[in-house]
């Protein structure tokens, strides 16, 4: 089950990029990985620098993929920015965290995407 999510979340974070890409965001990293875990995404959009936490669900069973990211993963996703930021020297930029949710059908490759903006 875990390779199986891995792969759908890998499927929603390609999904996200295009999205994201329609949106004018620039894409910086991905998968920026350090001790305190891990970010999907870190885009330009503007002024800021936006670190985007990507959800994939075929639908919405187990609740909205939003409500997933809760105060521990919220927690993490602020200690990974931190370090990024200090890592990167970025500390005079304006900083936001976003949600995207990508819902996937089952029938075909086609999938409906919702940003939510300073989600955090």
């Given at each position: 089950?875990?390779?199986?999510?891995?792969?759908?979340?890998?499927?929603?974070?390609?999904?996200?990029?295009?999205y994201?890409?329609?949106?004018d965001?620039?894409?910086?990293?991905?998968?920026?990985?350090?001790?305190?875990?891990?970010i999907?995404?870190?885009?330009?959009?503007?002024?800021?620098?936006?670190?985007?936490?990507?959800?994939?669900?075929?639908?919405?069973?187990?609740?909205?993929?939003?409500?997933?990211?809760?105060?521990?993963?919220?927690?993490?996703?602020?200690?990974?920015?931190?370090?990024?930021?200090?890592?990167?020297?970025?500390?005079?930029?304006?900083?936001?965290?976003?949600?995207?949710?990508?819902?996937?059908?089952?029938?075909?490759?086609?999938?409906?995407?919702?940003?939510?903006?300073?989600?955090?």
């Amino acid at each position: 089950m875990h390779e199986y999510n891995k792969a759908i979340g890998s499927i929603g974070e390609l999904y996200a990029i295009e999205y994201m890409k329609n949106l004018d965001y620039k894409l910086m990293d991905r998968n920026f990985r350090s001790r305190f875990g891990e970010i999907d995404i870190i885009a330009r959009d503007g002024i800021y620098i936006v670190f985007i936490e990507v959800k994939t669900r075929y639908n919405s069973v187990y609740g909205l993929p939003c409500e997933s990211v809760n105060y521990n993963k919220m927690s993490k996703l602020k200690k990974t920015a931190e370090y990024y930021i200090l890592k990167n020297k970025l500390h005079k930029n304006y900083f936001r965290f976003d949600v995207i949710e990508i819902y996937l059908d089952y029938n075909d490759n086609l999938y409906s995407a919702k940003l939510i903006k300073n989600a955090f």
